[in-house]
Every structure is written in C-alpha cells, then in structure tokens.
C-alpha cells in the first residue's frame, strides 16, 4: 500500500532549537499538505503546495516556520526558533489533483510527527 | 473566512446505540469529505459527498449531504468498540481549499 513518509515520528527539544519535519508524499502526487494538530484548536492547515510550488502558507506563522519542496519526494517543515507553543503534532499528508484546480481527491495522511518543545 | 463546525465534540455512548455528528459549513460546499482518526494514529478518509442531498451509506455508517450543502452529518448505528475515534468533516469551498472541523470524539463503552 502507498503511504505518506513522515520523519521524525517523534522530537523533543529546548526552545529555541531548529526543528526540521520531512514528508516524502506516495508517488504521484502533486499536491502535497501541512497540518497541525493540537488540543485546543483541532487540526490546522498551514501551508499547501502543488506542483512543487507553494499556493497557500496563509495559516503558517511566517516569522518562524518555513515549508518547501526541494524535489518531488521530498517536502520540508522547518520552525527556527521553536517556541513551547510550537509542540504539537505535525501531519503530511498529499493528494492528485489532475486537472489543477480543487479536486475531489482524497487527503492521504502520514502518521506525522510529535513535537514537544521544552 | 469559510468556516466549518462540528458537533457535538465528545460522545459518549454505550455499545449498540447509536451516534450522530453534524457539520455545518458558514458558506456553500462544492462537496464534503469524512475522515475518521483513531486514538493516537492519524486521519483517514472514510467518503466524499458531492450532490446535494446525497445520502451514501458504508455498512453501519450513513453520510448525508445537506440540500443546500451547506451541512452534513455521519450516524453510526449500533456502535461498537472499534468505531472509537474522532470523525472529521472537511468542506471544500469556493477557494478551493479543504477546511476541517473541530471534529467529534466518539467514546463506546463495552
């Protein structure tokens, strides 16, 4: 079965450490997501790519938290500084949009990754 | 901005009765997605629901789609243990993008 990558499952560190989450989205995709996931406010979306291209980092805070693509398999969440309020789960996930607009595809998540900045 | 709530949040119910959770959406849905997460794992699409008043059913659990689209809701009959979980919708909007929301957290009690 194709699956969304995510690495690494599990991250504790100090504030103000450089935290970096990868994604290898299931081959074939284009269109991969952001998440995060908290208590108190449900699951966010933080930024999109299709293509490889970014189309939305609205819900990302911009100040600290970077996202790319350096290649197809490959997508980056970067936080610098991390904050205490940066722990979190950080889901993946990606889909195929065909013919480049909103799609009725599914969202196929990874297992992501917890984060707990001390 | 678009936004999609849920209720309720929690639902505790005991084996063999049955569950319910609403979604209602401040603007019109181009179609509406289920996902369901079990406890410590991650979201998994269950169904999509694109027509207006569409009704899909996957064995004890029933999808409907509101006439308007603008509100969906996903019952459960005579739940079991392995139905615990929260259960997400996701609309899609005019932008495009999916919005989740806050989700239902189903409790079965053996």
């Known amino acids: 079965d194709a699956r969304v990558t995510q690495t690494p499952r599990h991250k504790v560190t100090e504030m103000g450490q450089e935290v970096t989450m990868r994604c290898q989205p299931i081959?074939?995709?284009?269109?991969v997501f952001w998440y995060r996931q908290t208590m108190m406010q449900g699951l966010e979306l933080l930024a999109y790519?299709?293509?490889?291209?970014?189309?939305?980092d609205s819900g990302m805070p911009k100040d600290r938290f970077s996202a790319e693509m350096p290649d197809a398999t490959l997508a980056t969440l970067k936080i610098q500084p991390s904050e205490p309020r940066d722990s979190a789960v950080y889901f993946c996930?990606?889909?195929?949009?065909?013919?480049?607009?909103?799609?009725?595809?599914?969202?196929?998540f990874g297992d992501g990754t917890r984060l707990s900045i001390l | 901005g678009q936004q999609v709530m849920q209720i309720p949040q929690y639902q505790h119910v005991q084996e063999g009765e049955d569950f319910t959770t609403y979604c209602n959406s401040s603007?019109?849905?181009?179609?509406i997605q289920w996902y369901k997460q079990r406890p410590g794992g991650h979201p998994v699409f269950l169904i999509q629901?694109?027509?207006?008043?569409e009704v899909k059913k996957q064995k004890r659990l029933t999808f409907q789609f509101g006439e308007a689209k603008k509100n969906s809701s996903l019952h459960i009959t005579a739940t079991q243990t392995t139905d615990v979980g929260t259960y997400f919708c996701?609309?899609?909007?005019?932008?495009?993008?999916?919005?989740f929301g806050q989700g239902t957290t189903l409790q079965v009690k053996p």
């Open positions: 603007t019109t849905l181009s179609n």
């Open positions: 629901l694109v027509k207006s008043g």
């Open positions: 996930a990606s889909g195929l949009v065909p013919d480049g607009r909103g799609s009725n595809q599914p969202q196929h």
């Open positions: 081959l074939g995709h284009n269109t």
């Open positions: 790519f299709r293509n490889r291209a970014p189309l939305d």
């Open positions: 996701a609309g899609r909007g005019n932008t495009g993008k999916l919005i």
